[in-house]
């Protein structure tokens, strides 16, 4: 597919910033051309490219550190896919419903109409719906959510969207480390027009670093790199992130222990009698639908644990995400308390 057709004009012809210390090696350079003050432990500036970040990350996810572009956090490279590919006014952005709502949020903020195409009953895309409201629209942005927040399941035929959309689909996998379904990284090789965003802020633990990944062709990822802040990760949040993912026994235990405390509480939830169903999870998340969905979701902030409300737009549930095992009891042990209160 020729990418560079969905490509805003004015990004195309852009040319990039770039720091000069990035790019090239000096021997104990003299830094006198940013402006910096010259004393202080984080006097200078991050590395605008990230080197040592994106090596370790493309060691660990055994892709090439060039399909590697880095955001504050996936959120901010929803905002920068938008900003390349959609002319503001014109070009629109497709989303699932219901879905991550960051998607929307940004296309909305860039003047980006909005297609939302209907998840059905098992919260999967059929194939008539994702063609009859894409094709032959000016739709150049398809956002896939798999696991998808909130509903938790794994959207199927992934493949045949990114075959069948003219213009580039992103499938945002923040939850696919819960996940053991494969990841669309798989199908990078055949797909020019697909970018897949994984974030450290789930499975890694480090939502506060704002991390996010954006896995695509060495082009789409020149193209981030050209519109992205130069300095959008702090020098602190690369380091603390590099320590992180040097800990990966740390890593493997904690994420076993969300998965095995979340098999614990599918169990404990399913026996409560004010829980009409619990949604199928491929993520650290259940989707819950409650007898008394509101009244549930009150009395649980006065008991200050808070929970995702998910009605009327999903009637009758709430999004509720794993904690540690004491705070999952505490969780239950209101919920078993509420069922005689309500
Ligand atoms: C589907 C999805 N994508 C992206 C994000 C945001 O990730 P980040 O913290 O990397 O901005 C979230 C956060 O809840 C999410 O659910």
Redesign the pocket.
Known sequence: MNIEKFVRPNILAMTPYTSLRDYAEFSKPVLLDANENPYGIYNRYPDSTQKRLKEKLSEIKNIPADCIAL?N????L?DLLIKIFCIPGKDAVAVINP??A?YSFYAEVHGSPVIKLQLDEDFQLAKEEFLSKTQHTNAKILFL?SP??PTGNSLENIEFFIENFDGIVVV?E??TEFSPNISAIDYLNRYNNLVI?Q????AWGL?GL???MAIASPFIISLISKVKSPYNISSVNIQMALMQLNSYDDYRFKLNEILTEKSRMQKKLSELETVVKIYPSQANFFLVEFAEAGKTYEKLLEKNILTSKRFPSIPGCLRINIGTSEENDFLIETLKNLTTEI
Do not use: H, P
């Not at 956090?73 to 901010?76: A, F, I, L, P």
């Not at 974030?199 to 789930?202: D, E, F, I, P």
């Open positions: 955001g956090g996936s959120d901010e929803i879905s991550f960051m959510c998808n927040n945002d923040a939850y965003l974030t450290l802020s789930k939502a704002r991390i996010g």
